[in-house]
Structures are given as C-alpha cells and as structure tokens.
C-alpha cells in the first residue's frame, strides 16, 4: 500500500521557470491539500480539494495552481517561480476529517 | 488567518523523563490533532481529538482536548529514543472537517543520552 506519494523529492529551479508538483493517493480519499513548510513556520495550507473537480485555496495560494481531474491525483503548479517559493511541500490525504496522511515531501529550491 | 502558538519551541530531555508541551488558539477550535514529524518525513498522526474535555491515550502518549476549546496538551511518559522529531498541534473549527487545518509552529524534542 503506497499512501500517498509525491514526486519529485528533490527539484532545483531558477527563478521564472514553472514546474508541477506531483500527489497521488491509492486510498480513495476524497480530501486532498498542500502544505509549504518553512523553518519556524509549521506547516502553511496553499490549497485544497474536497473531491474530484472542486478546489479551493488555503493560507498562502499566490503563485500555485492546483487542479482535480481524479480521485487519486492532485497536482501542484508553480507558474513563475520565485526564490521565496523554496521550501518544502507536502501533499495529504485524508477521509472527511482532519486525520491527514502525509507523504514524505518534494524539497524545493528557486535560485 | 488562524494562530496557534506551540511551546515550547524545543526540549532536551533526559531519556525516561516525561515530556509535556502545549497548544493555544487565538479562537475556538471544534478538532485538535497531534502529529510527529521525523527528520525527511511527512507528519505521522499521534492523536485525534473531537470533544472539548476529551482525554485520549496512544501508548505513552496522551492528549487532552482543552475545555475552553481554545488549548490541547500533549503528554508523553517515559521518554525513550524513538521519541526525537517534531511534534505538531494543529486544530480546525469544522465539525469533524478538516478544510482549514492550522498547525502550529512545532516542538522539536531532544534526548540527551
């Protein structure tokens, strides 16, 4: 059982350049959300989704996009990025409450 | 947006001690959860919290779910090795729901040996 996984885990950028972020669930969640996390900041929610075709935006969604074509995919879209978008995401997944299932990360870098 | 402040920041403990940290919103929150971050690791869920009153047990590891709703503890007994990472609050004001799940700022937990 693979939960949710993302790729890639280590990505590089220059500033500019836009990338996606890729989250998949084999659990049948319909919940789904991204987070940045920043030293001495926890972890930030940049958007979310309730279900296939609904999509919503957290805390912090200025330059990301995110889409939901399926159940078990949940890409994360950074249009022009920029150095104050190094971080580290983390996509989740969870029934209908907060009990989130993370993956393991994709560590960003924007120079 | 929502504020949750975590403390401490960072513990070091010796191994057999127990630990407690805490959580305080700036509103009221209908669920509190507590997770553990590992070095290179997604949040892992400890605990999940429903009630305001509520006492919940993992193991060596208990949460309380504050009255006020407004704070959740965690405790953990006997510390041993394993129990290095960052331990996470985080609350949600919808019933159950988890929409706009906050988390706080973290407690990173040290063993000394």
């Known amino acids: 059982n693979a939960g949710v996984t993302q790729t890639p885990k280590f990505q590089v950028l220059k500033t500019g350049q836009s990338m996606t972020l890729q989250c998949a669930q084999d659990?049948?969640?319909?919940?789904m959300s991204w987070y940045r996390q920043d030293p001495g900041m926890g972890l930030r929610l940049i958007h979310y989704s309730v279900g296939a075709g609904i999509t919503d935006q957290g805390e912090v969604p200025n330059g990301y996009n995110v889409s939901r074509s399926t159940t078990e995919d949940f890409p994360l879209r950074l249009l022009s990025a920029a150095p104050s978008q190094t971080s580290v995401y983390f996509c989740?997944?969870?029934?209908?409450?907060?009990?989130?299932?993370f993956g393991e990360g994709s560590r960003l870098t924007v120079l | 947006g929502q504020q949750l402040n975590q403390s401490p920041q960072s513990m070091f403990i010796q191994e057999g001690e127990d630990v407690s940290m805490n959580c305080t919103s700036s509103?009221?929150?209908?669920?509190w959860l507590w997770y553990k971050q590992e070095p290179g690791e997604g949040p892992v869920l400890l605990i999940a919290?429903?009630?305001?009153?509520e006492l919940t047990s993992n193991g060596r590891l208990t949460a309380q779910f504050g009255i006020t709703r407004k704070d959740s503890f965690l405790n953990i007994s006997a510390s041993i090795p394993s129990d290095v990472g960052i331990y996470f609050c985080?609350?949600?004001?919808?019933?159950?729901?988890?929409?706009?799940?906050?988390f706080g700022t973290g407690t990173r937990l040290t063993i000394i040996p």
């Open positions: 985080a609350g949600s004001e919808e019933d159950f729901g988890n929409e706009k799940l906050t």
């Open positions: 509103s009221i929150f209908n669920t």
């Open positions: 919290l429903y009630k305001a009153g």
């Open positions: 989740a997944s969870s029934y209908w409450t907060g009990e989130l299932f």
């Open positions: 659990m049948n969640h319909e919940y």
